[in-house]
């Protein structure tokens, strides 16, 4: 059997083919999947019966299963914990925010990165998610909640150390014959796999990219980042730089801010050594406390003043706008308290 969502119609082409069908009934069938968000044969009723028939036996549909939302009482925000057809779970969220909606994707069932303060790596990496289920993941919530503007893939899993779904699933969601998700609406997310980033940059699917550099010294990065002893900050700052060169895209540095740990003096210098000049964007997330890491969540006051400090040094950082706070888990502690 082959999955059907993640073909590119060229593909599907080429499989009706071989079934001996007219060319026009894999256009009919991929506007039905990438349009209409349908994943079922059966709910195709411009095919003839005996085809939709004949199309299950032949192709099958990647099912993902809701089994729990957590809704906010003071925003819009949703948490979904889903369950994937060999039962294994992810989790996903759907923001809406003025006339923008947006979901965070995961893309792979755990993660082998084990960053410390990160909850989604804690049992490691079970396996990737397949580009037909990142596509399903997306299609889901939009049958529930409506088409979406952006996806940022800053759920679980590392997305670039499952870099060929990834490829797939962004270049299915972009085509403008389907779904006809603009590049710029997806933001890609990573701990930071230079020669990855480099490679994202050659396949010109332009979206933006985010790094999660937390700390601007490789010791320190190294002691909650064990990626930061495999790639340096210095061959990141090259792959970013690469990455703007190729795409015109703004690179945004993503920090998760740990009171006393990595908001101090030398930090803010750090920081300006490495980005001043750069046309890059300084994004200061709170840290959302898990039970495994031993720290707490920074308050206001201590993150307005990093901010503060950075800007006076020239950086250009802003504090991530914080939502659905009454149900503000941080990715991967749902799942991990499913299991438990
Ligand atoms: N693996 C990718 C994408 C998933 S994590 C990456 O590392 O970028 C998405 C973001 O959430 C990353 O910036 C990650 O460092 C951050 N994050 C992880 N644990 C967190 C926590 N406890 N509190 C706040 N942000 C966290």
Aim: hydrophobic share 35%; net charge positive.
């Amino acid at each position: 059997m082959i999955s059907i969502n993640d073909k590119t119609i060229g593909e599907i082409e080429d499989l009706f083919k071989e079934k001996s069908y007219q060319k026009f009934r894999a256009k009919q069938v991929y506007r039905s999947i990438h349009v209409n968000r349908i994943n079922d044969f059966d709910k195709m009723t411009d095919l003839p019966l005996k085809m939709r028939e004949d199309l299950k036996s032949y192709f099958y549909f990647d099912k993902i299963k809701v089994l729990k939302t957590f809704e906010s009482k003071m925003d819009s925000t949703k948490k979904y914990l889903l369950e994937l057809a060999d039962k294994n779970i992810v989790e996903a969220v759907y923001m809406a925010y003025n006339d923008r909606s947006t979901i965070c994707i995961s893309s792979q069932v755990g993660c082998r990165m084990g960053c410390t303060f990160c909850a989604s790596t804690k049992n490691g990496l079970v396996r990737n998610m397949t580009s037909s289920e990142l596509i399903e993941e997306v299609y889901l919530l939009e049958r529930i909640n409506g088409p979406i503007s952006n996806i940022v893939i800053m759920g679980i899993g590392e997305p670039l150390d499952n870099f060929s779904n990834i490829k797939k699933f962004i270049e299915i969601i972009t085509d403008s014959k389907g779904r006809n998700l603009s590049h710029r609406s997806i933001t890609l997310s990573t701990s930071g796999l230079s020669p990855r980033i480099k490679d994202l940059a050659d396949t010109g699917l332009d979206v933006n990219l985010a790094l999660s550099l937390h700390y601007a010294d490789d010791k320190k990065r190294a002691v909650y980042m064990p990626v930061a002893k495999r790639y340096k900050i210095k061959d990141l700052i090259e792959s970013t730089d690469y990455y703007f060169d190729k795409t015109g895209r703004r690179v945004s540095f993503e920090y998760v801010v740990i009171d006393g740990v990595n908001n101090l003096k030398e930090d803010v210098e750090n920081l300006h050594d490495l980005l001043f000049g750069k046309n890059v964007h300084i994004n200061l997330i709170p840290l959302n406390p898990i039970e495994e890491f031993d720290h707490k969540k920074p308050g206001a006051r201590a993150l307005e003043d990093f901010k503060e400090r950075l800007t006076k040094r020239g950086l250009n950082a802003t504090i991530r706008r914080s939502m659905g706070q009454d149900i503000d888990a941080s990715c991967g502690q749902l799942r991990n308290n499913y299991a438990r």
